[in-house]
């Protein structure tokens, strides 16, 4: 017999006692976590963008990174990488944003199309940047324009994703934005441009449908204030040419807390009429965890954590600061009730991740690139669960960023790449992608670590779970260090079978996948059997779970 929503109000009663006052573990047999999935509340279907990626003209990310050249020795299908759009293909990666980053809004698109040996050279957005100081004119610091819009476009199609190209506000004039969806979407034949990229190679329309507005507008985006934004950006929008598509605009939203962005820019967009609104389809918010803390200097590069060097309280503290992503969506979503009750805007989290100090880069010309360790994997699935429990809030999601930089999936240099344990936990999470997210409530007692000799605290199990084809998606992120934590889990509605389950773990929490070592960090698929609504499961310490099992 399945459990009654009245018996779960009572159990979860019970639940929550059990939260906060944690019996010994040889009266509850072991057991000190609860799972309940609520197969009657679902909130929603998780796009598939939420599991879309960033990939920014800086450092090694498209040189080297996605693009070795159509003459390279490197196996390649039109100078991209072969082997990365292969793996990109297996993760089901839907969504893929570019040219930047801060490198959108000095980049002139034009630069990047036409024969690839009449292009101009120019200087890259990041050449200033104190990693690249002292380096001499290395090519990183300028752009040789080899992968402009069709090759990006041909990279979206090899990987099977959609384009999402960010335009540029700062430095470039309406008209161009307008010349630039010319060039991509009009059909074949109709326009100047239109010719120029079927005799780029590309008779037929790209259909790009995703366009962002600029990129962090209150910053490297043009220093605008939120109302100075609106007007640049209700300019734009007053006509874009469509051809027929139903276009999704992507307004330059705000960086973490500043819900004074988020009011102000709403507020001056709707002055001219709440149905100005309606031309936005997402609003961007990013948020990186910087892991700043513990004695070091308010340095926006020293004061960094190390990406490979860290104490377990580091650990905790990255996974501290990453959970905040959670009440960033839902505060900013209420701001965004109070002028959009309807919500006909979603939230857009097209940069996320940690962001540690340089150091641990592969190349020192990889611009803002970190050793991705087991603490990243973990993050990162933490992130998804986020986007996975708010699919009504969060329409796409992009992590920053793919290749060579910060939370990459990917290290990559010459005919080398190496999948990182982020990319495994976007591997093990593909099957929550068009799922319906179903409540599911976390309880345990929370773990407690020292802080500068204070007492700290982190949750002890959180996850999330969709249901497809009858597929239930449950994942679960353990972030004790050291303690495996056995959990009772219960489906409220259902019952499961068999199935698999995927497990990310390693006894070092500094593992990491490098050129030498490119399996440390891997996942262990097994099979399993479950009957009933109840099954109890151990999650190790410092792990990622994924089961797929089917209901019956
Ligand atoms: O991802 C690196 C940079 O971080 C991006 O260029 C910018 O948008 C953000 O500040």
Known sequence: MQMSRRSFVRNSALGAAFAFAPRLLSETNGVVSRIDVLFDEPLGVISPNIYGHFTENLGGVVYDGIWVGRDSKVAN????????????????????????????????WHDGIGPADKRPRRTNFWADDPQARGQGNVPQKFDPNQFGTDEFVQFC?????????????????????DRWVEYCNSPAGSTTLADQRAADGNREPFNVRYWGIGNEQWGCGGNFTPAEY????????????????????????????????????????????????????????HYYAWNLSRGRTEDWIAGKGDAVKFDPVDWYELLVQGQRLESLIEGHWQVMSELDPAHHVKLVVDEWGPWYRPGSEVRPTDYLGQMIT???????????????????????????????CLNSLFIAHDDKLVLTPVYHVFKMYRSHQSGQALRSVFSGPDLQYQRDGKSAKIWNLKGSASLRDRILTLSVVNPSVEQPCQ???????????????????????????????????????????????????????RSVTAFQVSLV
């Open 77 to 108: 299908i039109g100078g991209i990488r072969k082997t990365l759009v292969e793996a990109l293909r297996e993760i089901r990666s839907p969504v893929i944003r570019w040219p930047g980053g801060c490198f959108a809004d000095s980049y002139d």
């Open 157 to 177: 199609r090899l990987a099977g994703s959609e384009p999402y190209i960010a335009g540029n506000v700062r430095s470039l004039s309406v008209m161009d934005f």
């Open 230 to 285: 609106a007007s640049e950006l209700r300019r734009i929008l007053a006509y874009l040419p469509r051809y027929g598509l139903d276009l999704s605009f992507i307004a330059s939203g705000p960086n973490v807390d500043d819900w004074n962005w988020t009011r102000g820019f709403l507020q001056a967009l709707a002055s001219k009429g709440p149905d100005q609104l309606l031309s936005v389809y997402g609003l961007s918010l």
């Open 374 to 404: 087991l603490r990243d994997a973990v993050f990162s699935a933490m992130s998804l669960d986020i986007f996975n429990r708010h699919p009504e809030q969060v329409a796409m999601a992009n992590c920053a960023q793919m290749i060579n």
């Open 487 to 541: 959990a009772e889990i219960c489906l409220y509605g259902a019952n499961v079978g068999s199935g698999e389950v995927s497990t990310l773990t390693h006894n070092d929490i500094h593992a990491h996948n490098s050129f030498d070592a490119p399996t440390v960090v891997t996942t262990e698929t097994k099979k399993v059997e479950f009957s009933g609504q109840t099954f109890r499961w151990t999650f190790p310490a």
